[in-house]
């Protein structure tokens, strides 16, 4: 049993075969498990890496049927059901579950893989926070580079992350840079999202939706609706309506697609490069191949894809395992159930936006605020990563500074102010 | 006013001088402040970076006169009182501090440089755990590393640093890695230390080398005394004895030098490269220029140079401070004094010797473990970090694995087996 990927499907599947005595070999390209709900909180420097990583191996002590291993996948060979290495090595199983999640999707806008930043993986989340330092270290040495866009960031996608980003960079910038950098011009800042839909965050409710977008406007964000990201400068974002915004740092949110593994695996390929599943999870035509997580397209009773969401990864994960286990067993599989418990967006101070369980009970405001920092809290990994996010959130919240904000990406901080196209 | 350098020194005079209202520039290679003598535990993941690095601004919101820096110094002119920044920024102020900390003393040994893994920065700390998860992650793949000395850990030097880290491996070896690796061979491990002189820790007493050699033997810790490292190669270590040792990780331990930058400033170098001062600690010939901390050859009373302590770091800071203001004030200097709190340093699980007060009283075991904690604890600049650092300590001690094992620096993780020279 292979599985392939350390996020919330494949530790969930790993887990949960392990549980009823299944082999299981876990290959992931880190050592450790990252929350990913969270990376935007670790990017704009309110949460530390070792609040949402966790080792593998830490978290699968007591499974001991459970195997790791550290490694790049550089291929993988579906009709073998083994992956090979990036140092060589050849693994496989009888059964291989592919749940090495996705990767930013650019669509093909020139200039995003080179100056755009996802945020997708804890890597990603470290290099954008030495960005944002290092761009505002510029400003405060020196206010020319403000003419250069410098306080200018652009946010591509009104959904979940780019909201949450958008709301958290502003908090940095309103609340916590005057304590950090009293001379700078934090009223000149501006916090720009663009999406080519006509709202924030597709798929809540109208109320949250309005809700949301009057919180970040009050907070100084600005909306671009209806409106494509045309190319992606060194200096400056065009839009598809024609006009420019001069920038150097634009966060890329605007959405996912199977990480370049899978993708390539000759498997059949829905939305945003998806792998279509069966509705037991597995691959059409490969009952013994389970495509989990933000890689899989996974279409529920109803007809509709499930979103890209960790419930619906972890859910999977438990699920997929169970059919495997029918699998081994030689019962038959039986069609995946994704059991709603609602969605979440953290909108900024005290203000946050929930809708819980399938009937999509609407919170917002501070209570939301209350609800979105108990589930994300309990639903960290392992008991130093839940308290120190605790530990963490209560510094910043009470005191206003950003105890995390430390660059450990030196490429990232420079910023070559001369660099046009 | 210039202070170059953001360590125990740097801080500490910055953070005097302007409380007495003195403007103060401050210039750190990083925007954080390090707590140099737990780097040990976060390169065997026994703390992670958050709970020993703070923001340089979050430690002077409230010192308003003091401006920051982060830039890499690339020259010092000592007459014009002037340094340059590796990105062409010249600064300079009527005085000049220099507390720029120092980096391994790799006294010319061939293949250190290349090999060996100091610990100074934190930086260092991160490379060497990516390092050490990687030679074991290797070693757990494939018994056949054994051979090449996968788990032989060689550590040049029985100072505080070699002894510390000594420890912190032997604990991770044998208490933390059954739990995540159950196959691992941690019988085989060796943990040797090799210094060119006849015992432990130099500078503490008999009794407190006696105690920590037979700790550390206790454990597993090998010592090769009256031996120093003739070469390092990439799969071994050749000792001046004429013996080898087969290892994939050299620990350097081993003394520090003046930093570069300051070591190049043509002014006069005492032992180890650093930089003569006068009783009041300027330079001789320069009474506006002051050299601190681990930089500076600063010799006591009795004609004893002072450790690179960082008390001795923290207090001279203050001093200097307090030179500078007289200088100001147009007032005499006055020799610096240095207040002997004691020496520390942790052996192990319930492990520790302390020398307490000038007269060195004497702890070892337990107690002496209970005030190590306490002291450094409180030491840690910052709220968070305090507390960060009392969780993770908690969830080793408790649960005997490692929240913070975590390979962030890929190049160190993948070793290259097949290398020799």
């Known amino acids: 049993m292979l599985v392939v990927g350390g996020g919330f499907a494949g530790v969930a599947c790993a887990k949960n075969l392990s549980k009823y005595g299944v082999e299981v070999h876990l290959v992931d390209r880190n050592n450790y498990h990252q929350f990913q709900p969270l990376l935007y909180q670790v990017a704009t420097a309110q949460l530390g890496v070792p609040d949402i990583a966790r080792p593998l191996r830490d978290m699968f002590t007591k499974h001991t049927q459970v195997r790791i291993t550290t490694a790049d996948v550089a291929s993988v060979d579906i009709d073998a059901r083994t992956i090979t290495t990036a140092d060589g090595v050849t693994l496989g199983g009888d059964i291989l579950v592919l749940a090495a999640g996705a990767r930013a999707n650019?669509?093909?806008?020139?200039?995003?893989?080179?100056?755009?930043?996802?945020?997708?993986?804890?890597?990603?989340?470290?290099?954008?926070?030495?960005?944002?330092?290092?761009?505002?270290?510029?400003?405060?040495?020196?206010?020319?580079?403000?003419?250069?866009?410098?306080?200018?960031?652009?946010?591509?996608?009104?959904?979940?992350?780019?909201?949450?980003?958008?709301?958290?960079?502003?908090?940095?910038?309103?609340?916590?840079?005057?304590?950090?950098?009293?001379?700078?011009?934090?009223?000149?800042?501006?916090?720009?999202?663009?999406?080519?839909?006509?709202?924030?965050?597709?798929?809540?409710?109208?109320?949250?939706?309005?809700?949301?977008?009057?919180?970040?406007?009050?907070?100084?964000?600005?909306?671009?609706?209806?409106?494509g990201?045309?190319?992606?400068?060194?200096?400056?974002?065009?839009?598809?309506?024609?006009?420019?915004?001069?920038?150097?740092?634009?966060?890329?949110?605007?959405?996912?697609?199977?990480?370049?593994?899978?993708?390539?695996?000759?498997?059949?390929?829905?939305?945003?490069?998806?792998?279509?599943?069966?509705?037991?999870?597995?691959?059409?035509?490969?009952?013994?191949?389970?495509?989990?997580?933000?890689?899989?397209?996974?279409?529920?009773?109803?007809?509709?894809?499930?979103?890209?969401?960790?419930?619906?990864?972890?859910?999977?994960?438990?699920?997929?395992?169970q059919n495997i286990r029918a699998n081994i067993a030689g019962h038959p599989t039986t069609p995946f159930t994704y059991h709603d418990k609602g969605i979440m967006a953290m909108v900024g101070r005290n203000a946050a936006v929930a809708e819980l369980g399938p009937d999509r009970h609407e919170l917002t405001g501070p209570l939301a605020f209350a609800a979105w920092l108990g589930v994300h809290a309990s639903l960290l990994s392992g008991t130093r990563q839940k308290l120190g996010a605790l530990l963490t959130w209560s510094t910043d919240y009470v005191s206003k500074k950003r105890p995390t904000a430390l660059v450990d990406h030196p490429d990232d901080y420079r910023i070559d102010w001369d660099a046009e196209d």
């Open 106 to 227: 650019f669509f093909d806008t020139p200039g995003a893989e080179e100056h755009a930043y996802p945020l997708y993986c804890l890597d990603d989340a470290e290099r954008l926070r030495s960005r944002l330092l290092g761009i505002i270290d510029s400003v405060d040495r020196d206010a020319k580079y403000l003419d250069q866009g410098a306080l200018n960031f652009v946010i591509v996608g009104a959904g979940a992350t780019g909201v949450e980003t958008a709301g958290a960079l502003s908090e940095l910038i309103h609340d916590v840079l005057p304590h950090f950098y009293p001379d700078l011009p934090v009223h000149l800042a501006n916090v720009i999202v663009v999406d080519h839909g006509p709202h924030v965050l597709n798929g809540f409710s109208d109320k949250s939706q309005a809700f949301t977008r009057k919180e970040l406007e009050k907070v100084g964000v600005e909306f671009r609706f209806g409106t």
């Open 229 to 321: 990201v045309k190319e992606i400068h060194p200096d400056k974002v065009a839009l598809s309506d024609g006009s420019e915004i001069i920038t150097r740092t634009v966060v890329w949110a605007g959405g996912l697609q199977a990480a370049g593994v899978i993708g390539a695996a000759g498997l059949p390929q829905g939305r945003g490069g998806r792998i279509d599943v069966e509705p037991d999870l597995s691959v059409t035509g490969y009952p013994d191949v389970y495509v989990l997580g933000d890689a899989a397209n996974i279409i529920d009773q109803h007809g509709n894809p499930l979103p890209q969401l960790g419930s619906v990864a972890q859910q999977a994960g438990t699920w997929a395992a």
